[in-house]
């Protein structure tokens, strides 16, 4: 496992521009944390296929960073299911000066989740529940699924104001760490607008780590900081009222058009919307667009390469 930890922090060292290591953090062992959390029952794996796995999200997107951060492997994976683990994680590795990286679902594109110097990756995966704590307002455990969350607060009469297009495997702890915007922001804005997020609890990364319940302006500062100032591990957010949606995608003899008629439906009042996107033809079939592409291709008296000119406005 050292060899493994000495070759993250070369990867991370060489190749990226951050600052030295401080004497504590170069001669970190993270042996002696595997042992004690192994004698406190709280679950980790050292398997390297598994460490490996949950040392990456898709930053293999880019070859920029994939150059950068393919070797970038963590020590061990460490997978708690409550903020008391979490506390106890976070007093282990600061005791003995082991870095932790936070992990959501790994949906990220840009190497948030990548150990750079090996050490603990905390996959908050196993955090998983949530409940209404007031009339539209939920709160969830970090490691909650935000489709599964969609799903089951439309069967209480609410939805989630806005989600990312990862929203199957997209943890709500992730989301709030390192996301932005979404299908929904056209309403609602960004994570950080005002509002949109009412309180995180987070545990500090300190000798005795500290449990705060952030709320208001004071929250905002976790948002997008993708776990580097505290480990978030409940999101309370405002709900807006669940509505029956449907994809509509229309076509238009030029991308000129198509924008002029989405940017009058995102100002119209009268329509309810969630997301409106302009693609120009054709709309590829990527996943996620397979149907979408084979219903526009095919649609109408036209022939398929009659629509290949046009443009599309998708609403949903």
């Keep these: 496992m050292l060899a493994a930890m000495r070759r993250a922090g070369t990867c991370a060292a060489r190749r990226l521009p951050l600052p030295p290591l401080s004497a504590r953090s170069a ?11 192994d004698a406190a029952g709280i679950a980790s794996t050292t398997k390297p296929g598994r460490v490996k796995a949950r040392s990456r999200d898709y930053y293999w997107y ?12 963590a020590d061990v994976i460490v ?8 506390v106890a994680v976070a007093r282990l590795c600061f005791e ?36 209404l704590v007031g009339e ?31 929203v199957a495997q997209a943890t709500i702890g992730g989301f709030v760490a ?38 208001g302006e004071d929250a905002l500062a976790l948002i997008h900081a993708y776990g580097t100032n505290g480990v978030i591990t409940e999101v309370e957010m405002p709900l807006a009222p669940a509505q029956s949606w449907l994809e509509v995608a229309a076509t238009f003899p030029d991308l000129a058009t198509a924008g002029a008629a989405a940017v009058a439906i995102a100002e119209s009042p009268a329509l309810a919307k969630r997301q409106i ?19 526009v291709t095919n649609a109408g008296p036209r ?11 998708w609403l949903c």
Excluded: W
């Excluded at 880019?62 to 492997?73: G, I, M, Y």
């Excluded at 970090?142 to 439309?154: D, H, I, K, N, V």
């Excluded at 915007?181 to 997020?197: F, Q």
């Excluded at 996107?277 to 219903?295: D, H, N, Q, S, Y």
């Design 27 to 37: 001669s970190t062992d993270a042996s002696a944390v595997i042992a004690a959390l």
């Design 62 to 73: 880019s070859p920029v960073l994939r150059a950068a951060l393919d070797d970038c492997v």
């Design 79 to 86: 997978s708690p299911t409550s903020t008391d683990e979490v």
């Design 96 to 131: 003995h000066g082991v870095p932790i990286t936070c992990r959501g679902a790994g949906t990220g594109n840009y190497g948030q989740a990548v150990p750079l110097r090996g050490g603990v990756v905390l996959d908050l995966k196993g955090m998983v529940g949530y409940e």
């Design 136 to 166: 539209g307002v939920v709160r969830a455990q970090a490691g909650t699924l935000m489709g599964a969350m969609e799903s089951g607060l439309r069967e209480l009469g609410h939805e989630l104001r806005f989600f990312p297009s990862t």
């Design 178 to 215: 390192g996301g932005s915007c979404g299908v929904g922001s056209i309403n609602y804005g960004v994570l950080r607008d005002p509002g949109n997020v009412a309180a995180l609890k987070v545990v500090t990364m300190e000798a005795e780590p500290r449990v705060l319940d952030l709320r």
């Design 277 to 295: 996107c302009t693609l120009a033809a054709p709309i590829p079939a990527l996943p996620g667009f397979e149907g979408l592409a084979r219903e």
């Design 303 to 313: 022939k398929p390469a009659a629509l290949q000119s046009t443009s599309r406005v």
